[in-house]
């Protein structure tokens, strides 16, 4: 797996944080969208293209 998909995480109100595996170098828009407990995101340097919206609809997030 080297991407991520459109909407992969949507409506996921428990996720509370995420670390992308290094595998990934493509993330997809509106991944996050209304993760409404979401508060860390870790994005290693292997990821190359982050599309838009990625992260939309989230109160407190911190990313890496």
Known sequence: ITSIG???F???S???TITIS???SKIES???K???SLVS???PA???NIYEKTIIHIINYHCI
């Open 22 to 24: 290094p595998n990934i």
């Open 34 to 36: 209304n993760c409404t």
């Open 10 to 12: 949507e409506d996921c």
């Open 6 to 8: 459109m909407q992969a």
């Open 30 to 32: 509106a991944m996050f």
């Open 14 to 16: 428990s996720l509370s």
């Open 41 to 43: 995101v870790t994005i």
């Open 46 to 48: 292997s990821v190359t």
